[in-house]
Structure formats: structure tokens, C-alpha cells
């Protein structure tokens, strides 16, 4: 599968903004899908996890609560809705997807497929 994430920008602290994924092919909901991050200076690092069936998702300490990741198989889409943003949210975010993978795995080694990322830019 191929993974295309879009929807980065600048926000206020405070703000939401969401994040999208499109995935190629036909066989989408074949995938468990995850957002990871990775700011400058530092390892990139899981943000959450979702089901081939959406039926369940898996968050980090740090987003639980304000984030939520969505899918729409009809539409080969993960979603990553982020909301009361911190400015240390600040990061490229990455999309990725795996089969017969925990969402509860948060390396990155687990994971087979990677979007290209887009940037978030939280300002204070």
C-alpha cells in the first residue's frame, strides 16, 4: 500500500487541526494504520493506532483525550483529528500501516508502510 498524508499547517495553541492519509489500492481494510511523529532533534515517536475495522485504537499518554484517529475504508482513509493543541505537538507527523500488527506496537520497526509525513507547527 501506498500512504499519502496531507492536512499539516500552522495552528495557535489551542486550536485543531486534522490530518489525513490516503491509501492506495483495494485491499485497505487488510491494514492496521497508526500516526507517528517526529520533531526536530528527537525519534519519532507513535501518536496512535487504529483496526482494520476501526472497532479499535490505541493512543500515546500524551495525545489521549485531545486526539482521535478515524478511518473510512470506502474512502482508503485514516484521519488523525487533533484537538486543544500544545506546542510541543509540534512535529511531522507520519501515517503507516501494517497487516496483523498490535496497535498496541509502538516501534517503528513494526510497522511496513510509511506516508512521507506532513508538518504541524503549533505556535505558543
Known amino acids: 500500500v501506498q500512504l499519502q498524508a496531507s492536512g499539516g499547517g500552522l495552528v495557535q495553541a489551542g486550536g485543531s487541526l486534522r490530518l489525513s492519509c490516503a491509501g492506495s489500492?483495494?485491499?485497505?481494510?487488510?491494514?492496521?494504520l497508526a500516526w507517528f511523529r517526529q520533531a526536530p532533534g528527537k525519534e519519532r515517536e507513535f501518536v496512535a493506532a487504529?483496526?482494520?475495522?476501526?472497532?479499535?485504537?490505541n493512543y500515546a499518554d500524551s495525545v489521549k483525550g485531545r486526539f482521535t484517529i478515524p478511518r473510512d475504508n470506502a474512502k482508503n482513509t485514516v484521519y488523525l483529528q487533533m484537538n486543544s493543541l500544545k506546542t510541543e505537538d509540534a512535529a511531522v507527523y507520519h501515517c503507516a500501516a501494517a497487516v496483523m500488527v498490535l496497535i498496541t506496537t509502538t516501534s517503528t520497526g513494526a510497522w511496513s508502510y510509511w506516508g512521507q509525513g506532513t508538518l504541524v507547527t503549533v505556535s505558543s
Open positions: 489500492g483495494r485491499t485497505f481494510d487488510r491494514y492496521e
Open positions: 487504529i483496526s482494520r475495522s476501526g472497532g479499535s485504537t
